[in-house]
């Protein structure tokens, strides 16, 4: 029998990790207890964080919108603040597991989880997102990209927590986009993802353009080149294809059980083209 | 060493206590402890949606829960939808008229989701009804039928 504990606070919490260091946390559990299931990790206790109510919802700060590390995907999904500014973190939250997953899991574990896979990080990544760790006598800030330094790790240290998410909101990119490709439509880990932000003028040149891809690498991938190069080009068939070369070189996709990297470079090159959908 | 803890929490329309390890998990205090066998098991790792629950209303899955957090909460398996007046519920009623159980083992399951989309959602299209049964697997392929029965629910006055 493992240790739970199930703090209503964060001053609960603070107390909890002094007295039990090494016990794990979780949220809505579904990417942890899959693993304790399954014999993968084996906590001597655990703490559920689920009913810290400081670090649920959406909050809008000035220029910024705060979203807590607790807020189940199936929130964001409705929030009227989400949905005006991010849309495409909501087109990633929609695909993300299944009706019952986006009820139990959370915005925080999936980052935390740090999957290349993950749905929801390449739009935090396009979204130039903050991570905001606490611990009890701390406070600090991080990029998304700095914060995630390979699949499940992460810049977390003993006794910090990830309270949530801080992204801007007024970035004027009017058009949002999301696409992953899976083995089948629901209840998929993605097989390459991508999203993208852009600002594309009324003669259809594309002005400002940020990209991350999802499963083609350690981590999510940007490539600060492509996007520069892209800039200033008409949204083409032409134009676009004359980047593909740079993201081929730029991911570095691997062979498993979902698809071989060849496919995947192949669909990651593909995937941008969808983006001629939104030319005027 | 933990020992068991009293847990708090409504089942069903009734305030119940159980005494249970803390990281027992709700599937099996369900099926072993309670006796209540209505909630199946299949992949117990989130994938096929059999062990549905709701939980404050809201669909959940018993496989990736543990009984510590029912503390407080309001829970209804399929046993509480026929409790109520003495008769089947809408959606399992219509379940019945349409054929769209062939094991059945996956019907709890399919029931509970069909009865989280209509209440938020009473006159769903389709696709709608598609997407609220994405996280159930029916390893009959029953869904056409599971998907009419759904949709003819709907189309009821008393729709749950
Ligand atoms: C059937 C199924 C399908 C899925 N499909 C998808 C999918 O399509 N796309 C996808 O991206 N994911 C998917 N997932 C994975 C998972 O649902 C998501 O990653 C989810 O967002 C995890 O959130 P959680 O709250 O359940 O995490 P938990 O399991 O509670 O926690 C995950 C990890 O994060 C840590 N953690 C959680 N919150 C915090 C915090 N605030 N501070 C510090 N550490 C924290 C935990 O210690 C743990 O290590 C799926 C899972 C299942 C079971
Ligand atoms: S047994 Fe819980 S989802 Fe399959
Ligand atoms: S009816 Fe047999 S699994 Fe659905």
């Known amino acids: 029998m493992t240790d739970i504990f199930l703090p209503s606070d964060l001053d609960e919490l603070w107390r909890l990790l002094n007295i039990k260091p090494e016990a794990a946390l979780y949220a809505g559990g579904t990417d942890l207890l899959v693993k304790r299931r399954s014999g993968l990790i084996d906590p001597p206790s655990l703490v559920c964080l689920e009913r810290i109510q400081e670090l649920k919802g959406v909050k809008e700060c000035g220029d910024e919108v705060f979203v807590g590390a607790l807020t189940t995907h199936s929130e964001l999904l409705s929030h009227r603040v989400i949905r005006k500014h991010f849309p495409v973190l909501i087109q990633a939250i929609a695909v993300l597991g299944s009706p019952p997953v986006r009820n139990m899991g959370t915005i925080g574990g999936n980052i935390v989880t740090a999957s290349p896979a993950g749905d929801t990080l390449a739009p935090l990544y396009v979204l130039d997102a903050q991570m905001e760790i606490r611990s009890l006598s701390s406070s600090r800030r991080v990029p998304i990209s700095a914060f995630i330094l390979g699949p499940g790790q992460i810049d977390l240290g003993q006794g910090e927590i990830l309270a949530g998410v801080w992204i801007k909101r007024h970035q004027g990119f009017r058009l949002q986009h999301y696409e992953k490709v899976g083995r089948r439509n629901a209840l998929a880990c993605s097989v390459v993802s991508m999203a993208a932000i852009m600002r594309v003028s009324s003669d259809n040149r594309i002005y400002e353009i940020r990209l991350a891809w999802g499963s083609v690498g350690p981590t999510v991938m940007r490539f600060p080149e492509v996007e520069r190069l892209l800039e200033g080009k008409p949204l083409t068939v032409d134009g676009l294809n004359d980047v593909i070369e740079l993201v081929h070189a730029g991911i570095k996709p691997i062979d498993d059980i979902r698809a071989t990297a060849s496919y995947r470079r192949e669909v990651a090159g593909r995937l941008l083209h969808r983006l001629i959908n939104y030319s005027t | ?160």
């Open chain 2, 1 to 160: 060493m933990t020992s068991n803890l009293l847990i708090s929490f409504k089942l069903n329309g009734n305030e119940v206590q159980v005494d249970s390890a803390p990281d027992r998990r709700v599937i099996d205090l369900l099926r072993e402890d309670l006796g209540l066998t209505g909630t199946k098991e299949s992949c117990g790792r989130g994938d096929c949606g059999a062990c549905s629950i709701l939980i404050d209303g809201d669909q959940r899955l018993s496989c990736l829960m543990l009984a510590v957090q029912l503390e407080g909460r309001e829970m209804i398996t399929i046993e509480g939808f026929s409790l109520q007046e003495d008769r089947l519920s809408n959606v399992q009623q219509k379940f019945i008229e349409l054929g769209a159980a062939q094991c059945g083992f996956c019907t709890p399951g399919m029931v509970i989701s069909a009865t989280a989309l209509l209440r938020v959602n009473p006159e769903p299209s389709r696709s709608e009804v598609r997407q609220a049964i994405s996280g159930n697997l029916c390893r009959c392929g029953a869904y056409q039928k599971i998907l009419d029965a759904i949709e003819a629910a709907s189309k009821e006055k008393t729709k749950l």
